[in-house]
């Protein structure tokens, strides 16, 4: 088994689905081995949630990227909107409202760059060492 180096980035610039980001997301952890459970539960949720967000509210991914160090793991998210997410009000049987504040409630940080050509949306993850 191949460990990943502290830094390593695994960068998926064509259109994604969630299904095929999640995918990357469990190969590119299977690398950096042995895994808490928990932890990749946590990515497959954020990298789930963001991707969703991207294709549903902004058109599609532009770029995905995933990039692990020492201690954490960087998801990133391009698309070609330039709106921030937002929370979502809706009552708790309505659907939808619920995967951003789930990715701020799972994530060490969360930061938003907007650019001219839409945004990238990163979170950063805990990981045991």
Known sequence: MHAIE?????????RTTAARARQVTRDFLSRIAPRDPAEVDAALIVVSELVTNAIQHADGVTGFRLRAAPETLTISVDDASRERPHTRRSQPWQPGGFGWPLVQRLSKAVRVDVRPGGKTVRSVLSLAH
């Open 6 to 14: 502290a830094g390593d980035t695994l960068l998926v610039e064509s």
